[in-house]
Every structure is written in C-alpha cells, then in structure tokens.
C-alpha cells in the first residue's frame, strides 16, 4: 500500500513541476512514449461558480520546482502518506483538487500552490491547513489524455503555456486555476483537467 501510495504522491508533483515550465522542453524522464497528450481542438470555455477547497499549501515558484527538490513532491508525499485529506469535514465528491492561487504575477512569478479536496463548508478547517476560494468566472478547460503521469501532465501544461490568447479563448487572469483528479485507481495511469482563469 505504501507504495502505490508514495507513487501517487510523487509522480503527480514532478510531472507537474516539469509541465509548468513555459519554454522548457518536456524532463529528460518524461518524454512521451505516445500520441500527443493533448487534444489540439479548442478548449472548452465554461463560466464556473466559485467554490471552496481545504488542504495543504506552499508557496513557491516554477524556478524553485523545476529540478524536482522543491516543496511541491514533498507535499504530495506528505498529504497522501499521512492521509492528512482524508480527515478533512464537509467533503464534497471524490479526488483532488489543487489550486493556485495568490499570483504574484504571471506563470513565472510566485503562487501558492494548495492540495486539498473540495468542501460545502470551511467551517472546521484542521490545523495546519488553509482554505482557498477559487473565483467565480470564465475558464479554459483542457485534460489530459490517460497514461504515466509524468507524460501527460507535462504535455498537458506545455501546451497551455504555449497558447496564444487567442487560442486560450481570451487572456489568462492569474486569480485562480486549479486541476481535478477524479478517484485514483491505478497511480501509473492518470488523467488531470486542468481549469485555466480568463479575464
């Protein structure tokens, strides 16, 4: 158990550090073995209510991350090993969300990155942990084909940091995107969507 555990706490977090470098190429250890990750259509533009998420967070940056030893892997590892969500009240479905947040400017500057699950109510937050609200508005949402998370989470972030506004379906606003992971069955095959905050 452990071990699938530790897996699905780590995978995720370098496959996320290594996608969300703009002009970087894909890790040396995550080049796709298969068809493209991302569909190339147009993303699907939703206007989403805001909602609540309560977990951990660190506050960090893609230069910080890049190399694999920043906050972000440690996190993961922590949350999923000490089943640290699962205590949290007033949960609402099943998976994870994580959500940045908290912009100090662009994908380059510093976020907090927060890994929790969604809530109805923040009432009863643990302690050591935070409550993030994720802005109401219009989003860009793009996901992920299904495989080895350190492919496809990579692709899936290089190609919405390559996008255009245009092709984004309008400018980024920088106050909230946030990624869903439905129930992990098989941490070796994931599929992410990632949710993308428009002016």
Known sequence: M????WKFA?????ALI???QPSAPA???ATP?????VSATAPKIENQESFT????TVRTNN???AGGQGQIPALWQNAMTNGQLEQIPNRVGEGYVVVYSDFASDHGGEYNYTLGVRVS???NVPAGMVKRAVAAGKYAIFQSEQGAPQDVIPALWQHINSLSPQQMGGERAYRSDFETYGNITDPSSMQVTAHIGLK
Not at 33 to 37: G, K, N, V
Not at 53 to 56: A, R, T
Request: aromatic share 6%; hydrophobic share 60%.
């Open 33 to 37: 073995t298969t068809a493209p990750a």
């Open 18 to 20: 290594a996608g969300q």
């Open 121 to 123: 109510s923040a009432d």
């Open 27 to 29: 890790a040396p250890a």
């Open 63 to 65: 230069a910080a991350e």
């Open 53 to 56: 998420v309560v977990g951990l």
């Open 10 to 14: 780590v995978l995720p977090a370098f």
């Open 2 to 5: 452990f071990t699938a555990v």
